[in-house]
């Protein structure tokens, strides 16, 4: 079955410093892997997505992540981190087992940047 | 170009009244996904639709819930006599078909609480 594990419940890290949110996956093929991005009581806003090709993926508000195959982790990075980016976020895969686009999602880490 | 539209965006119930969340999709997507969110937890799938099919209802309770997508109008996910456990934020996510077809984008969220 497939998996998505978020080993961190959250992460503290001074502005201006860079961040780091770790993910790891289990699927039987080929993964489809997301980020999202949840603020207070809102909906998740897409931040990027891997599907194939270059395994340095660059997104949303400057936020990028790597996947490493034989790691099966898509670490989600950005260089130097803005108290603005203190929010809820989630890594997720797709289902590939079946016909459909169901997305599986880990438990969420939440980012706090401090001032 | 509007995002995905859901309301109400807060429901209250008591328990034994039904609840009715719609979901309005991004301009031309075609597909609908309904998530819930349960307090301190990621989210979960619940339904995935097409215009009037039900392709992928594996997250589904047995019992009590129920969801459509019909040729007009919005998707609706209905729960019939709510129990306190009910209680969660529930999403809705579209995507389109073809182009960045696995990518999916979240709506602001329905918040049910069952009293």
């Known amino acids: 079955a497939q998996s998505v594990a978020q080993p961190e419940d959250q992460v503290n890290v001074a502005e201006g410093n860079p961040l780091t949110v770790k993910c790891t996956y289990s699927?039987?093929?080929?993964?489809?892997l997301f980020w999202y991005v949840q603020y207070p009581n809102r909906g998740l806003q897409f931040l990027l997505k891997?599907?194939?090709?270059?395994?340095l993926v660059k997104g949303s508000y400057g936020f990028e992540a790597e996947f490493n195959k034989s790691q099966t982790s898509f670490h989600l990075k950005k260089p130097s981190a803005l108290v603005s980016d203190s929010a809820l976020y989630f890594c997720?895969?797709?289902?590939?087992?079946?016909?459909?686009?169901?997305?599986?999602f880990g438990t969420g880490t939440l980012l706090a940047v401090q001032p | 170009n509007a995002g995905v539209m859901q309301n109400p965006r807060h429901l209250v119930r008591r328990r034994g009244q039904e609840a009715r969340l719609r979901c309005s999709p991004m301009?031309?997507?075609?597909?609908v996904y309904w998530y819930r969110q349960l307090p301190e937890e990621g989210l979960k799938f619940m339904v995935y639709?097409?215009?009037?099919?039900?392709?992928?209802e594996s997250g589904m309770p047995k019992e009590r819930f129920s969801a459509e997508f019909p040729k007009e109008g919005p998707s609706i996910l209905r729960i019939q006599q709510v129990v306190r456990g009910d209680s969660a934020a529930y999403f809705c996510?579209?995507?389109?078909?073809?182009?960045?077809?696995?990518?999916?984008?979240f709506g602001p969220g329905t918040r049910l609480l069952v009293l």
């Open positions: 997720a895969v797709r289902d590939i087992g079946g016909a459909t686009n169901k997305l599986i």
């Open positions: 996510a579209s995507s389109p078909f073809g182009l960045d077809q696995e990518t999916q984008y």
């Open positions: 301009k031309g997507h075609s597909h």
């Open positions: 639709l097409q215009k009037e099919n039900i392709i992928d």
């Open positions: 891997y599907i194939t090709g270059d395994n």
């Open positions: 699927v039987s093929g080929n993964p489809y």
